[in-house]
């Protein structure tokens, strides 16, 4: 089922990227007194008593012919056009003002529901000057504190008693869902229509031709299969059409609709930035991930070559570093026979569950290997361990003290867990609690 999309809107210099920022939990959005420095839309994911959804921070919406004003209400009017609920934020301090005004026509065009909250009412007695703002025509306005958090949680319950209801997905539940991002002209279309075996996505070499999310079931040795192919993400501030605009959000939700992520890499122009970027976005919300290195055709493809590139890859993607690697030419198809096979064993990884005594005992004997650090005189204490998800596998690990679980301890866990039992493709999350 998918989740439900917040926007944050309202003129500038608001406080809209320090409530975006508090609401997430860290400062993602550059936060500044000078108004318009959001100029993009800026995404995360966040949960509020148990309900997961995404967020979108935004510039703030100015009238005028300037390019740079044109682009920031563009940008708002596309987040708008995507949310399912608006939070409008004012400036308690300020009062109504002639931009907020216009700002109110805008969303009720929209005809979304929108939850007004006043920001910057930081003491208990400016709560009497919030009333002027009912006639905005939103219904009751909610005082907050983006700067100190006061008065979020009503607001996020009001959001989220305005969430629509999703019904599931009508395709079948047990196909493999499995999606390719990249960034433009990668290749991702081609890639899709070499696993089809036919033209069934538009391939271009103009870069940015996917708009949307497109979905393509098939069967794969009696498997089924949906596979998922999405605009390429470009760099925030490269992107000039406003179509474009709407294709991160759109391959965001495509990875998190995915079992697996295939993560395209251009061989002719090699590794970038942006590409580890955009595979962050895949580690991020725990997928299963294959990096394919494409147009492999076009390169010396010995095996010392392979190896170069595939060094290259893990020195730069050193967050993936159990995603495997598949080389292959999506044009020629040549060793397109070799991503199916990975693309279902992260799939089963991803979903592996691993009984509880077999875990105990890898656990024990790590343990055993390299026993827990001391810290301060104290020494941690494993108790016990135990599975508590898939997708991706999550396990807690039972200690005296979680202080005690030192980050490095924890890798060395993992790295023995992998060891036991796989999990090429599939992060693992582990999880120190101290036993009730």
Excluded: C
């Excluded at 960034?183 to 949307?212: E, H, M, W």
């Amino acid at each position: 089922m998918r989740k439900s999309v917040v926007a944050i809107v309202g003129r500038p210099n608001v406080g809209k990227s320090t409530i975006f920022n508090r609401l997430v939990g860290e400062r993602i959005s550059i936060v500044d007194d000078i108004p318009g420095v959001t100029r993009d839309r800026i995404y995360s994911k966040v949960e509020w008593l148990t309900t997961e959804f995404n967020l979108i921070d935004t510039g703030g919406i100015e009238l005028g012919d300037e390019p740079l004003l044109v682009q920031m209400r563009e940008q708002a009017d596309i987040a708008i056009n995507e949310a399912d609920v608006i939070i409008f934020i004012v400036n308690g301090r300020d009062g109504i003002t002639a931009a907020d005004e216009e700002v109110a026509k805008i969303l009720y065009k929209s005809n979304k529901p929108v939850v007004l909250a006043v920001n910057k009412v930081d003491n208990p007695e400016m709560r009497e000057e919030i009333y002027e703002f009912y006639s905005l025509g939103f219904g009751e306005p909610y005082p907050i504190s983006g700067t100190h958090g006061l008065g979020l949680g009503d607001m996020l319950d009001q959001v989220l008693h305005l969430f629509p209801k999703f019904e599931e997905d009508p395709a079948d539940d047990d196909a493999l869902y499995f999606s390719v991002i990249g960034r433009p002209n990668v290749g991702k279309s081609s890639l899709v229509n070499a696993i089809l075996q036919q033209d069934r996505v538009i391939v271009s070499n103009i870069a940015g031709t996917t708009r949307d999310a497109i979905d393509s079931p098939f069967v794969f040795d009696g498997q089924d299969f949906v596979i998922i192919d999405t605009a390429g993400m470009r760099k925030r501030g490269k992107i000039y059409e406003s179509t474009e605009r709407y294709s991160i959000l759109r391959a965001l939700k495509a990875i998190e609709r995915s079992d697996v992520v295939l993560a395209l890499i251009d061989a002719e122009t090699g590794i970038i930035e942006q590409d580890k970027k955009i595979a962050g976005y895949a580690h991020q919300y725990g997928k299963a991930v294959v990096i394919v290195v494409n147009k492999w055709d076009t390169i010396d493809s010995d095996h010392k070559a392979m190896k170069k590139f595939e060094d290259q890859i893990r020195a730069h993607f050193l967050f993936l570093d159990y995603a495997p690697i598949v080389f292959l030419s999506a044009l020629t198809s040549k060793r397109i026979h070799t991503l199916m096979p990975k693309v279902r064993l992260v799939s089963e990884n991803h979903a592996k569950r691993i009984e509880t005594s077999i875990l105990n005992d890898v656990i024990m004997d790590a343990v055993a290997l390299n026993p827990t650090p001391t810290i301060n005189g104290r020494r941690l204490k494993i108790l016990y361990a135990t599975q508590v998800a898939v997708k991706p596998p999550t396990f807690v690990v039972f200690v005296n003290d979680p202080e005690l679980m030192h980050f490095s301890y924890q890798r060395f866990l993992e790295n023995r867990i992998r060891e036991a039992f796989g999990f090429e493709g599939t992060p693992i999350k582990i999880f120190a609690r101290k036993r009730s």
